[in-house]
């Protein structure tokens, strides 16, 4: 499941640098893009679960930690 969210993600936001770490039905993941340029953690969140909506939606992720981040300038 891993690797399918970082594909997921990846495809989502490309050029991001993108590190997912899945333990049982937990995920952190953490995406820093220029995408999120202008929005606020909310927005960058939202559109980083919508990438994974489905596996939450079926249990097969339950908890969901996000870091959603511009990079350094």
Not at 13 to 35: Q, Y
């Amino acid at each position: 499941m891993q690797e399918i969210i970082i594909q997921r993600v990846s495809e989502a936001f490309p050029g991001a640098s993108v590190n997912v770490v899945v333990e049982g039905n937990k995920a952190l993941i953490e995406v820093v893009s220029d995408a999120f340029a202008g929005l606020n953690r909310v927005k960058r969140q939202q559109a980083v679960y919508a990438c994974i909506q489905d596996f939450i939606a079926d249990g097969s992720v339950h908890a969901v930690t996000i870091k959603a981040l511009e990079p350094d300038v």
